[in-house]
């Protein structure tokens, strides 16, 4: 097969100016907080009677919620009624195209398909360290369904065109409250980044598809995502609620650079970073690391850009209890946990809460009064979980929330996050751990390290378990 690569300009055509609007997003409850819930089935918490429902300010699920039924899931119009204070986010991706599923009509994940109308976006790569699919397209390294575009003018109008009927379509009325058909808010881009693709920067194979580097892809990104932006906003009508998942490399100050022109757009409504303190598997990020990542959200909240910090959620897998001490990475090939083995699930979750302590921690940390735009994702895990309507005795169901979020060190680290607090002083060490007075005449304690530490304030003896954190005073 033969595929048509679009050579593309490094500017986007002249636009009509937006017209005027009103921001039409809800207004969340106190003490809610984000949720990444694009997994399959995963926004079945937020039904009526889920375990997440009334705690999430803004929910990124799966456009499919607004079709789905047939197995005996409820709809998006159930989800808004139950969450009447929740923006709805519907995930597409905009890095990448896939292949359409007709039977879910104008809510598709995808901008184009590359094996039709999309074809003309794909890339050939020309260069033999970048992976392909069996159309030769250019594809992430083990996402062989996921064919990169090639950023074009005419790709972002593709972009514009399949968001704005996504979101003008209306969802199946509400299986479980009879709700009248609902509408999505807004919609959240997947892989927005500042560099051409996971692992295959130009930086590090060399050149390949229409770019002239890493930058020249940056600045095409940039370029889709505001004209996307512009495009809604005239279509609907409205102040159309944008949001992308934004890949950077902190330590690379050219991707920095590229992401600042990003947030100076004001296109994006938030960007989440994924990864903000430990890797996939659990794996601790480096102090370096964390240290370089909070100067790039500090710039990037002052730039107009708020941030949110995702970690995702260790899987429940049979590694033994020991297994999920704070700071191991969890092995990915081993079974997932089957029903009964509470020891280690319990041991799980004690992991899962302290993990989502030292992300709120590591937050209030490193955010000072012009960066309390940086707010915290409430962790989801992966995978490892029973879907509904079929029960293969896992320890977990598709249905569970991951953390508890009104957990023991967790909900007070959480409100202030959510309430703006931020740091005022300077920041020290005491015994290994990281500490800060806060605006709200409160210290946060963060414990980089995998044991328990204590902490002298005030003449008081403070507990930090490791990798956590804790507010005291």
């Given at each position: 097969?033969?595929?048509?690569l679009t050579l593309?300009?490094t500017t986007?055509?002249?636009?009509?100016?937006?017209?005027?609007t009103?921001p039409t997003?809800?207004t969340?409850?106190s003490?809610t907080?984000?949720?990444?819930l694009?997994g399959?089935?995963q926004p079945?918490?937020?039904c009526p009677g889920?375990q997440?429902?009334?705690k999430?300010?803004?929910a990124i699920?799966d456009?499919?919620?607004?079709?789905?039924?047939?197995?005996?899931?409820?709809t998006l119009a159930?989800m808004?009624?139950?969450?009447?204070?929740?923006?709805?986010?519907a995930?597409?991706?905009?890095?990448?195209m896939?292949?359409?599923s007709?039977?879910?009509?104008a809510?598709?994940?995808t901008?184009a398909?590359?094996s039709s109308?999309?074809?003309?976006?794909?890339?050939i790569?020309?260069?033999?360290?970048v992976?392909?699919?069996?159309?030769?397209m250019a594809?992430y390294?083990?996402?062989?369904?996921?064919t990169?575009?090639?950023?074009?003018?005419?790709?972002?109008?593709a972009?514009?065109?399949a968001a704005?009927?996504?979101?003008?379509?209306?969802?199946l009325p509400?299986?479980?409250?009879?709700?009248?058909?609902?509408?999505f808010d807004?919609v959240?881009f997947d892989?927005v980044?500042m560099t051409a693709g996971h692992g295959?920067?130009?930086d590090?194979?060399?050149?390949?598809?229409p770019?002239a580097?890493?930058?020249a892809?940056?600045?095409?990104?940039?370029?889709?995502?505001?004209?996307v932006?512009?495009q809604?906003?005239?279509?609907?009508?409205?102040d159309v609620p944008?949001?992308?998942n934004?890949?950077i490399?902190p330590?690379?100050p050219?991707?920095?650079a590229r992401a600042n022109e990003?947030?100076?757009?004001?296109a994006?409504?938030?960007?989440?970073r994924?990864?903000?303190?430990?890797?996939?598997n659990?794996?601790?990020?480096?102090?370096a690391?964390?240290r370089?990542?909070a100067d790039v959200?500090?710039?990037?909240?002052?730039?107009?850009?708020p941030?949110l910090n995702?970690?995702?959620?260790?899987s429940?897998?049979?590694?033994?209890a020991?297994?999920y001490?704070?700071?191991?990475?969890?092995?990915g090939?081993?079974?997932?946990?089957k029903?009964g083995?509470?020891?280690?699930?319990?041991a799980?979750?004690?992991r899962?809460?302290?993990?989502y302590?030292?992300?709120l921690?590591?937050?209030?940390?490193t955010?000072?009064?012009g960066?309390r735009g940086v707010k915290a994702?409430i962790p989801?895990?992966?995978n490892?979980?029973?879907q509904?309507?079929r029960n293969t005795g896992?320890?977990e169901?598709v249905t569970d929330?991951?953390v508890n979020?009104?957990?023991?060190g967790?909900?007070?680290?959480?409100?202030a996050?959510?309430n703006?607090v931020y740091g005022?002083g300077?920041r020290s060490?005491?015994?290994q751990?990281?500490?800060?007075?806060?605006?709200n005449n409160?210290?946060?304690?963060?414990?980089?390290?995998?044991?328990h530490?204590?902490?002298?304030?005030?003449?008081?003896s403070w507990?930090?378990?490791g990798?956590?954190?804790a507010l005291?005073g």
């Open positions: 097969m033969t595929a048509l593309v300009a986007m055509p002249a636009q009509a100016a937006p017209v005027p009103t997003a809800p969340p409850p003490g907080a984000p949720a990444y694009h399959f089935q079945q918490q937020l889920g997440l429902v009334g999430v300010s803004d699920v456009p499919t919620v607004a079709v789905a039924g047939g197995r005996g899931e409820c159930d808004k009624a139950a969450n009447p204070g929740t923006t709805f986010y995930y597409m991706n905009l890095g990448a896939s292949e359409r007709p039977e879910n009509g809510f598709q994940r901008c398909d590359p109308d999309g074809r003309k976006f794909g890339v790569p020309r260069n033999s360290r992976a392909t699919n069996s159309m030769g594809t390294p083990g996402w062989n369904y996921s990169i575009s090639n950023l074009s003018n005419g790709y972002a109008d972009c514009a065109t704005a009927k996504l979101l003008q379509a209306p969802s509400g299986r479980v409250t009879k709700a009248r058909p609902a509408k807004g959240f892989d980044a295959q920067d130009m590090y194979v060399g050149k390949w598809g770019w580097d890493d930058n892809y940056a600045r095409r990104a940039t370029a889709v995502v505001d004209s932006n512009r809604l906003d005239n279509r609907l009508k409205r944008l949001a992308v934004l890949g490399y330590e690379k050219s991707n920095v990003l947030a100076r757009t004001g994006v409504d938030f960007a989440m994924e990864f903000s303190t430990q890797d996939r659990g794996s601790p990020l480096s102090t690391y964390l370089k990542s959200n500090r710039q990037l909240t002052a730039a107009g850009m941030i995702h970690d995702y959620a260790v429940k897998r049979a590694v033994g020991a297994g001490g704070q700071g191991k990475a969890i092995n090939s081993a079974q997932c946990l029903a083995n509470t020891a280690v699930a319990r799980a979750d004690t899962r809460e302290r993990d302590r030292m992300l921690g590591q937050t209030l940390l955010r000072d009064s960066a994702v989801q895990v992966e490892c979980q029973d509904i309507a896992l320890a169901r929330r991951s979020p009104n957990a023991a967790v909900r007070e680290l959480r409100d996050v959510n703006g005022t300077a060490t005491s015994n751990v990281l500490v800060r007075k806060l605006s409160r210290y946060v304690l963060v414990n980089p390290t995998n044991t530490r204590s902490v002298s304030l005030n003449g008081k507990s930090v378990p990798r956590s954190a005291a």
